[in-house]
């Protein structure tokens, strides 16, 4: 059975930084991309970060490019994504999901973190 | 503002067959696979319709998926109570490379 287990989430003051964590079992982790999909509350999808299965192609959206690092150490079958300079707007629930590639679907999630920037 | 367009709201009698749309533009639905995710209140998205039509095991069938050029439609017939939940289209957009989603349809079955 696949899972994906968030952790990491918490209140942080605006222009802080968090690191998210995500870990994964049921399924070979090195063979799958994964992303980062958060959603504000009462708000919509928004995909923030995907990374191939070996990490070495990255692919961010434009309101966390600069801000957000994403990787994996597929020794620890983990995700990461590094928080820095946080703001307000990025209040949200952050998933985790995994793939075939980073173009091709979330196949799984997990049950979501909460970040809470405050200012 | 989301990239890809969705009604808002849709709402069906239990039995009714309904239908949410979904509107994008070349870069992204017109070049790539459509996805559809269920999202169940108070839970994380699930995936419902794969690369524009198919169904993940366990899916019932009475949901499918089609797309035409910029726009795609998620079809749900014998609607049912348990199937209240925001629905949401997704694709890979080649211009930002990255995904795009839309806003999201939050279904009623009255």
């Known amino acids: 059975e696949v899972q994906l287990l968030e952790s990491g989430g918490g209140l942080v003051q605006s222009g802080g930084s968090l690191r998210l964590s995500c870990a994964a079992s049921g399924f070979t982790f090195s063979s799958y991309a994964m992303s980062w999909v958060r959603q504000a509350p009462g708000k919509g999808l928004e995909w923030v970060s995907g990374?191939?299965?070996?990490?070495?192609?990255?692919y961010y959206a434009d309101s966390v490019k600069g801000r957000f690092t994403i990787s994996r150490d597929n020794s620890k079958n983990t995700l990461y994504l590094q928080m820095n300079s946080l703001r307000v707007e990025d209040t949200a629930v952050y998933y985790c999901?995994?793939?075939?590639?980073?173009?091709?679907?979330?196949?799984?999630w997990g049950q979501g973190t909460l970040v809470t920037v405050s200012s | 503002q989301s990239v890809l367009t969705q009604p808002p709201s849709a709402s069906g009698t239990p039995g009714q067959r309904l239908t949410i749309s979904c509107s994008g533009s070349s870069s992204n639905i017109g070049s790539n696979f459509v996805y559809w995710y269920q999202q169940l209140p108070g839970t994380a998205p699930k995936l419902l319709i794969y690369g524009d039509n198919q169904r993940p095991s366990g899916v019932p069938d009475r949901f499918s998926g089609s797309k035409s050029g910029t726009s795609a439609s998620l079809a749900i017939s014998g609607l049912r109570s348990e199937d209240e939940a925001d629905y949401y289209c997704?694709?890979?957009?080649?211009?930002?490379?990255?995904?795009?989603f839309g806003g999201g349809t939050k279904l009623t079955v009255l």
């Open positions: 997704a694709a890979w957009d080649d211009s930002l490379s990255g995904w795009v």
């Open positions: 990374i191939s299965g070996r990490g070495g192609s990255t």
């Open positions: 999901a995994n793939g075939l590639t980073v173009a091709g679907s979330f196949d799984y």
